[in-house]
């Protein structure tokens, strides 16, 4: 019992060595503990928001018209739009809505891309392989907005037919990155061996050649939070994401832009917004890049 005590103490050991020697990589990156910054503080605002805003009154079908077009004071700290709404608190509520797509979407898009890249890199040269890469490719052949843009057209313009738009496209690139992966680890020793042990299909993908996929699959998630935004909310902007009243940072740009450069508070602090949110994620990802890249010291 005392010699096991001590093993599982020298592992916790390394364990904890290993995360404060990540964390020094991540670190030594300024920019990316911006970014780290930046995306604490709005994932506290998106969750807090109900906590954080006065005008909670402005996200749903609420018109206030006395206060409607008011420039940024200590009451409005960004203004208030055409109806009266505050458009602090609508910004504050849009991170959430902003986060919630980008979580279903990559949730979706990455469940689909992994399990279909592990399959084809693993069953390589075979027609499983040749029909998976080709439907691969076409998706890749299409720019990413122009399909979602056809989608959205003609399906029920909301956030829901936005998400499921990207969740579309969006399973390709995980799927070609993971393909690429598990070509190069499928004619690794540890491989055979587990093959030579007996062990299960699914036991090789999940359990054995998985796991040398996550640091880039946690990378490229993490850039891929800021595109999933700024794709969506480009939607928004032309009518065919969220729709009013709902509070999302593209629709609320598109408000905007007619009042221009009279009203120019409604569009640009929204346009901030959407800005720091896609920037916070970028920089974020940039760090946790190096720390999977930057060799071992």
């Not at 006065?54 to 996200?59: L, P, T």
Request: with cysteine.
């Amino acid at each position: 019992m005392m010699k096991k005590n001590i093993f599982s103490q020298v592992l916790t050991s390394k364990k904890w060595e290993n995360v404060q020697r990540k964390w020094y990589k991540f670190s030594r990156n300024h920019l990316s503990i911006i970014g780290l910054i930046i995306v604490f503080i709005i994932l506290f605002l998106a969750i807090f928001a109900p906590f954080v805003t006065v005008h909670k009154e402005s996200v749903g079908r609420y018109v206030n018209f006395p206060e409607a077009k008011r420039p940024p004071s200590s009451s409005y700290p960004f203004g208030t739009d055409m109806f009266g709404r505050d458009i602090l608190t609508r910004c504050i509520y849009a991170f959430r809505i902003s986060l919630l797509m980008a979580f279903i979407v990559l949730l979706i898009g990455y469940s689909i891309g992994i399990t279909l890249g592990l399959v084809s890199g693993y069953f390589q040269n075979t027609w499983i392989d040749i029909l998976i890469m080709r439907i691969t490719d076409i998706f890749l052949s299409i720019p990413p907005l122009i399909f979602a843009l056809a989608i959205c057209a003609f399906l029920p313009r909301n956030l829901t037919t936005t998400m499921i738009a990207l969740s579309i496209t969006w399973w390709t690139w995980p799927c070609r990155m993971v393909y690429g992966i598990t070509s190069s680890v499928r004619g690794e020793f540890f491989i055979q061996y587990v093959e030579l042990m007996g062990a299960g299909k699914l036991h090789i993908l999940f359990k054995e050649i998985l796991p040398n996929c996550l640091p880039e699959i946690i990378t490229k998630i993490t850039l891929d939070v800021g595109a999933v935004i700024l794709i969506g909310s480009s939607l928004s902007f032309v009518g065919l994401g969220a729709q009013e009243p709902t509070a999302e940072l593209g629709s609320m740009i598109a408000s905007g832009v007619k009042h221009l450069p009279d009203l120019w508070w409604i569009s640009v602090f929204p346009s901030m917004a959407l800005v720091m949110i896609v920037l916070g994620f970028n920089l974020l990802g940039d760090g946790i890049h190096d720390v999977f890249t930057v060799g071992e010291g």
